[in-house]
């Protein structure tokens, strides 16, 4: 895990961190100086006003039998037009959840959450449906789930066309065509999804999620049920879609192979996102050589919080609080060696909290 800035060396020596003396306190703040700070920062732009998906401190709270479930805990997350990204997590970390109300299928608790423009929280009935028809477009897990069985591959991409009305039927029948050829599904035109493989039934459905040039292309973990080989050429159907169509992608995985294959994976943890991994390729100035670089980033939330990685935090038995010291370049954290500070980091004082980061 590479969680430091981008060119810091690894092996540069970390700061002494001295007990004795603690971290100077930055000094006092002038009043005209914080004057200066708001009022440069009023003229900004809102939290996300580039992206194409904003979610802003999302929070979804379920209710079943009296017990309650904090599905989303204050979830940031920004995705740019045009992004093929990835989202991984635990088990029950929320991820579903996300895809739902980004698909407008279900309605947050709290915070704020737009897609192209559009408002999840503050849509009414007709405006969602429309919403569902022509921005998003969505695959799920369950081949079974995306295509109607009594459809032909090319019916079922004509049909989202048909319910969207406007075009005429040549026109509905050359768009789809194209679409599965695009996906070099053409050999599966006129058979029913029972006649299709795993691979081609899930490429299908992602011929019919944009049957309507929607922005935005969600799937939850649309490759969870086939074997390798047959999940990679999914992938590469999302992938020709994002190059060739220019549509926003996000996709729920727990596969480490897709996850690896997009430039930014995003990792939620307990309903929030927790941390995310970037890849780009880099030359190298004398051998000319390209290699795929892969940093991982801690989230810095709007609050200003930092989730720091467990295997970090436990190694130096940080726990409870830490000390801040604030550099030119970085901000330095360390280990709290007061007396109560370090029986707590050992778990014998206080409210014995060890969950670290
Ligand atoms: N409709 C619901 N009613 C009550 N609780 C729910 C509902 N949907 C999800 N939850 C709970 O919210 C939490 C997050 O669930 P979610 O389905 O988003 O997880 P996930 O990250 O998609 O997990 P998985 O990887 O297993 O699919 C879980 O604790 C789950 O039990
Ligand atoms: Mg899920």
């Not at 810091?8 to 009043?31: G, H, I, N, V």
């Not at 309650?68 to 635990?90: H, I, N, S, T």
């Not at 939620?268 to 880099?282: A, F, K, P, Q």
């Amino acid at each position: 895990m590479t969680t430091r800035p981008d060119d810091t060396s690894p092996d540069a020596p970390a700061p002494a961190a001295d007990p004795a003396s603690p971290p100077r306190s930055a000094a006092p703040t002038s009043l005209a100086e914080l004057e200066r700070r708001a009022a440069s920062r009023r003229g900004q732009p809102a939290y996300g006003h580039d992206a194409l998906i904003a979610c802003d401190r999302l929070v979804r709270v379920f209710t079943t039998d009296g017990v309650e479930v904090q599905a989303l805990q204050g979830l940031d997350l920004l995705v740019a037009e045009g992004e093929l990204m990835a989202l991984v997590g635990a088990s029950g970390s929320g991820k579903s959840t996300l895809m739902n109300i980004l698909a407008g299928l279900d309605v947050p608790t709290a915070g704020a959450a737009t897609v192209a423009g559009r408002d999840l929280l503050t849509m009414d009935a007709r405006a969602r449906l429309g919403y569902r028809r022509e921005v998003v477009g969505f695959v799920w897990q369950q081949t079974a789930r995306n295509l109607l069985p009594y459809l032909t591959a090319l019916q079922n991409v004509m049909l989202p066309m048909q319910l969207r009305g406007g075009r005429r039927r040549a026109a509905r029948t050359k768009a789809a065509e194209e679409l599965l050829s695009m996906l070099s599904l053409h050999h599966c035109r006129d058979r029913r999804p029972h006649q299709l493989s795993g691979g081609e039934q899930q490429r299908t459905a992602i011929a019919v999620a944009l049957a309507n040039t929607p922005s935005v292309l969600l799937a939850d973990e649309p490759t969870g049920e086939l074997d390798s080989h047959t999940a990679e050429q999914v992938f590469t159907a999302f992938r020709t879609a994002n190059e060739e169509l220019g549509t926003t992608i996000v996709i729920v995985t727990h596969d480490q192979t897709v996850a690896s294959e997009v430039r930014r994976t995003v990792a939620i943890r307990d309903g929030r996102t927790s941390s995310e991994v970037l890849r780009r390729t880099e030359r190298d100035a004398t051998t000319g050589q390209e290699s795929l670089v892969s940093r991982e980033y801690a989230m810095l939330d709007r609050a200003g919080r930092l989730q720091l990685p467990t295997e970090y935090t436990t190694s130096l038995g940080m726990a409870h609080r830490v000390l801040l010291e604030l550099e030119s370049d970085h901000i330095g954290v360390w280990p709290d060696h007061t007396a109560d500070g370090a029986a707590r980091g050992r778990g014998e004082g206080g409210d014995g909290d060890e969950s670290g980061g």
